[in-house]
C-alpha cells in the first residue's frame, strides 16, 4: 500500500475520532435544518456494491446549508473509490457531481437562501489559508479537512457515515459546508448543472485553467468520458485548430467529433504517439490532456506532446502508481508536465461562466447527458461507467 494511501486513511480515521469525540454544538432547530430522514446509496464496504437506505441527516450547523438534490452525475472517481482506487472512508455516502434546491441554511450562511438553485462544490475552499490567498482555492488546504469533519449523517443502525468530498449527492438531500455551495440561475436543468459540480469542471478548466489552449494551438485529448469530452469542447471554444481524440469506444469517439473534433484516433490501431505526430507536423500536439487515469496513458500522453509542449495529467491514479518518463525527453524536449486537479476552478466564477457557454449553445452540456435513472439504480450508473456505455449517466430525484 502507498505511503500516500496510508496517510489518506490515517486522515480519515483521525476524522473520524475527531467527529466521535467532539460532536459539533448546534443551534435550536429552523426550518430545513433539524435532522431528518432521507434516502442514500451507501458504500458499506470497499469494493461492494451501493446499497440504497434510509438514513438520518444531522442537525444543520450554523455553517451549512441543506441541499435537496435534484440530480448527480456519475463520475468515474466515484467508481474508483466504490472499488479502492481511489481512497475513501467507509461506510459513506458517494456522489461529488450535484445539484440541487436550497432548503436549510445555518445562520452563518448568507450567500444562499431557501429555494435557491445550486451547485456543490467539492473543494470547499475556506478563502484564508495559504493557497485560498495565492487564488489557488482548488488547492485549499481546509476544503478536505472541514468537510469530513462537518455534522453529516448516521445509517438506520446509528452508525456514522462519512460524508465524500463534502457533497454525498447520491441522496435525496445532503448537509454540505455553506462554502460548497455556488447559486444558480433558476431557469438552468439541474441535470446539467450537476455535471458542472465535477466533470465539466475539471475537463473545461484543464483546458481554460490548468493548460490554457491557445487559438489555432493543436490539442489531443486522451479519454473521451465526461471529463475528456469537457476538455475537447473547451479546447474547441478556445479557437483550437487541431482537436485529436483518442478512445476505443467508437460512440465516444463520434460524440467527440460532433463537439468538434477533427481527427479520431482508436488506440487499437497502433502507436497512439505516433499517430498524433503523423497529424500534427511530426511534432506531436501542443497540448495533450489525460482523462483516464493510467500510468500507461499519462505516458503515452507526454510522448505524443511536441518539443516545449504541455501534457496536462486530468484523470485520477491510483495512489502509489508510478509513470516513467524520459529524463532526457523532458529537458531536452522541454516539456511542461501539469498535473490538473479540480480544472483549477473558482466555483465562485467559473461556474457560472461555464453554464453561460451552454446557455449560448458555445459548449452543449446536455448532450453529455446520455441517461438518467433513479437512486435504487446506482449500480447500473456504475455498470455503464464501467462498460464505456453512453457518457455521463445522471440519477434524478423526483
Ligand atoms: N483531476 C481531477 O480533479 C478529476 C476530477 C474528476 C475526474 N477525474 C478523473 O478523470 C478520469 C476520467 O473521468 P470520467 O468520469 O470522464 O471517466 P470515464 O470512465 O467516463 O471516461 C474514461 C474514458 O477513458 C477511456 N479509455 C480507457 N482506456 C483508454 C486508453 N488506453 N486510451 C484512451 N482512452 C481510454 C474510456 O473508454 C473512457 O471513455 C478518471 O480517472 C477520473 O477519476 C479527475
Ligand atoms: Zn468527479
Ligand atoms: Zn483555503
Not at 450547523?61 to 435534484?70: E, T
Not at 445539484?99 to 435557491?116: C, K, L, P, Q, R
Amino acid at each position: 500500500m502507498g505511503r500516500r494511501l496510508l496517510e489518506i486513511l490515517s486522515m480519515f480515521q483521525s476524522i473520524r475520532t475527531l467527529v466521535e469525540c467532539h460532536p459539533i454544538r448546534v443551534r435550536p432547530p429552523k426550518r430545513g435544518t433539524h435532522a431528518m430522514t432521507e434516502r442514500a446509496a451507501i458504500l458499506r464496504e470497499i469494493g461492494k456494491p451501493l446499497e440504497v437506505g434510509d438514513i438520518e441527516l444531522a442537525a444543520l450547523a450554523p455553517n451549512q446549508v441543506r441541499v435537496r438534490i435534484a440530480a448527480s452525475g456519475v463520475c468515474h472517481s466515484d467508481l474508483s473509490m466504490a472499488t479502492g482506487v481511489l481512497p475513501a472512508g467507509a461506510p459513506c455516502v458517494l456522489g461529488h457531481e450535484g445539484a440541487g434546491v436550497v432548503e436549510g441554511v445555518g445562520s452563518e450562511v448568507h450567500h444562499v437562501e431557501v429555494g435557491d438553485h445550486v451547485v456543490i462544490a467539492w473543494t470547499a475552499a475556506c478563502g484564508h489559508c495559504w493557497f485560498c490567498l495565492r487564488g489557488e482555492v482548488h488547492l485549499c488546504r481546509n476544503a478536505i479537512a472541514d468537510s469530513y469533519s462537518m455534522p453529516y449523517a448516521t445509517d438506520g443502525d446509528g452508525t456514522s457515515l462519512f460524508t465524500s468530498m463534502g457533497v454525498s449527492s447520491f441522496a435525496t438531500a445532503t448537509n454540505c459546508l455553506g462554502r460548497a455551495v455556488i447559486p444558480i440561475e433558476r431557469d438552468i436543468p439541474l441535470d446539467v448543472a450537476a455535471l458542472v459540480g465535477c466533470g465539466v469542471a475539471t475537463g473545461a478548466g484543464a483546458a481554460l485553467n490548468t493548460a490554457p489552449v491557445e487559438h489555432g494551438s493543436s490539442v489531443a485529448v486522451i479519454g473521451l468520458g465526461g471529463v475528456g469530452l469537457a476538455a475537447l469542447m473547451a479546447s474547441v471554444v478556445r479557437g483550437a485548430a487541431v482537436v485529436i481524440a483518442i478512445d476505443p469506444v467508437a460512440a465516444r469517439r463520434e460524440i467527440a467529433e460532433s463537439f468538434g473534433a477533427t481527427h479520431l484516433i482508436d488506440p487499437a490501431d497502433g502507436d497512439v504517439a505516433r499517430q498524433v505526430r503523423s497529424v500534427t507536423g511530426r511534432r506531436g500536439a501542443d497540448i495533450v490532456f489525460e482523462a483516464v487515469g493510467r500510468s500507461a496513458t499519462i505516458e503515452t500522453a507526454i510522448k505524443a506532446t511536441r518539443r516545449g509542449g504541455t501534457t496536462c495529467v486530468v484523470g485520477a491514479a491510483m495512489p502509489g502508481e508510478m509513470v516513467s518518463l524520459s529524463a532526457y525527453d523532458l529537458f531536452m524536449n522541454a516539456k511542461t508536465l501539469v498535473g490538473c486537479q479540480y480544472g483549477s476552478v473558482v466555483p465562485g466564477r467559473d461556474f457560472a461562466m461555464l453554464l453561460d457557454l451552454w446557455r449560448s449553445g458555445r459548449m452543449p452540456l446536455d448532450r453529455l447527458v446520455s441517461r438518467r435513472v433513479v437512486l435504487d439504480e446506482v449500480n447500473d450508473a456504475f455498470a455503464d461507467l464501467t462498460a464505456g456505455r453512453g457518457v455521463r449517466t445522471v440519477i434524478v430525484n423526483d
